[in-house]
């Protein structure tokens, strides 16, 4: 999900969220533009990489009406414990029940 939010000292900023299929969130992403110039995210797309594109308005020092597309890297952000098992949801199998997650590295499960 993408849209806009407006954070202290900015105007508008693109903000995107993933949630899991049960709606908890997993990650967070900001994009404040250049100069901290307001804008705001219109569209959202996923390539067979799995990296996040957002695109929208902004405006920068002396300008209005610029475009900027931004790309996110899944791999390098950071996810949320929602269920405080250890276990982050990139890697998480329940993120609603704690009692369900991956063995511990080098560990077996009878």
Do not use: R
């Amino acid at each position: 999900m993408t849209g806009n939010i407006n954070s202290t000292g900015t105007d508008s900023d693109y903000a995107t969220v993933k949630y899991d299929t049960d709606g908890n969130q997993i990650w967070v992403a900001m994009y404040k533009g250049s100069a901290n110039g307001g804008g705001g995210a219109s569209a959202i797309a996923i390539d067979s990489h799995e990296n996040v594109y957002v695109t929208g308005g902004t405006s920068g020092i002396g300008t209005v009406g610029d475009y900027a597309t931004i790309k996110y890297n899944q791999s390098t952000l950071t996810y949320v414990d929602v269920d405080a098992d250890g276990y982050t949801s990139d890697v998480d199998c329940n993120d609603s029940n704690p009692a369900i997650h991956p063995a511990p590295p080098n560990s077996v499960t009878t």
